[in-house]
């Protein structure tokens, strides 16, 4: 087993641990300006995650809704969180205060996205990607598709079947 160190230089403090030839592998710097590197000894921000591949993973024990969590001070002058359930579900919440944090936009485990609704139901009010390549959008009392063709004349939507153009709007 590999020996292991906490120390403090020039008011940082570094936990990390010897390799096989007894050098130094600082694992997790914490600065004493409060900025902290986990992959790293000079992170580049509060929180500096890195790793030597591509993937850096924040673990939670918990199975029914982890949450990763951005906030603007303190959470009263914005916040946004990025859940995931146990359903596969991606959700992206936004708000100007915790209070008014709502559900925006959802990645369900089949690779659709919803935007503005939290199911893929015609009769909701909202965007849907489907991961097949349809698109719906359902609004309640006003237009539901505005288009705008800015500079030249010529078409504005062209609708095609099979990949040979059929129609379109000029």
Request: aromatic letters at 6%; a neutral charge.
């Given at each position: 087993?590999?020996?292991?160190?906490?120390?403090?230089?020039?008011?940082?403090?570094?936990?990390?641990?010897?390799?096989?030839?007894?050098?130094?592998?600082?694992?997790?710097?914490?600065?004493?300006?409060?900025?902290?590197?986990?992959?790293?000894?000079?992170p580049?921000?509060?929180?500096?995650v890195?790793?030597t591949?591509?993937?850096?993973?924040?673990?939670?024990?918990?199975?029914?809704?982890?949450?990763?969590a951005?906030?603007?001070?303190d959470?009263?002058?914005?916040?946004?969180?990025?859940?995931?359930?146990?359903?596969?579900?991606?959700?992206?919440?936004?708000?100007?205060?915790?209070?008014?944090?709502?559900?925006r936009?959802?990645?369900?485990s089949?690779?659709?996205?919803?935007?503005?609704?939290?199911?893929?139901?015609?009769?909701t009010?909202?965007?849907?990607?489907?991961?097949?390549?349809?698109?719906?959008?359902?609004?309640?009392?006003?237009k539901t598709?505005?288009?705008?063709?800015?500079?030249?004349?010529?078409e504005?939507?062209?609708?095609?079947?099979s990949?040979?153009?059929?129609?379109?709007?000029?």
């Amino acid at each position: 087993q590999r020996a292991k160190f906490i120390q403090s230089k020039s008011g940082n403090t570094y936990i990390g641990s010897y390799d096989d030839n007894g050098t130094e592998r600082s694992h997790i710097a914490i600065l004493n300006d409060g900025g902290v590197g986990i992959g790293t000894t000079i992170p580049i921000a509060n929180l500096d995650v890195r790793a030597t591949n591509a993937v850096s993973i924040i673990r939670t024990p918990d199975t029914t809704s982890s949450t990763l969590a951005l906030f603007v001070n303190d959470g009263s002058n914005g916040v946004g969180t990025i859940s995931t359930d146990n359903g596969g579900h991606l959700t992206f919440d936004t708000g100007a205060t915790g209070a008014t944090q709502s559900e925006r936009m959802r990645i369900t485990s089949g690779g659709d996205v919803l935007i503005g609704k939290t199911s893929t139901s015609f009769s909701t009010v909202g965007l849907n990607l489907f991961a097949n390549g349809e698109i719906t959008a359902v609004r309640s009392n006003n237009k539901t598709l505005a288009l705008n063709r800015r500079g030249s004349d010529g078409e504005i939507a062209a609708f095609y079947k099979s990949d040979v153009q059929v129609g379109n709007i000029s």
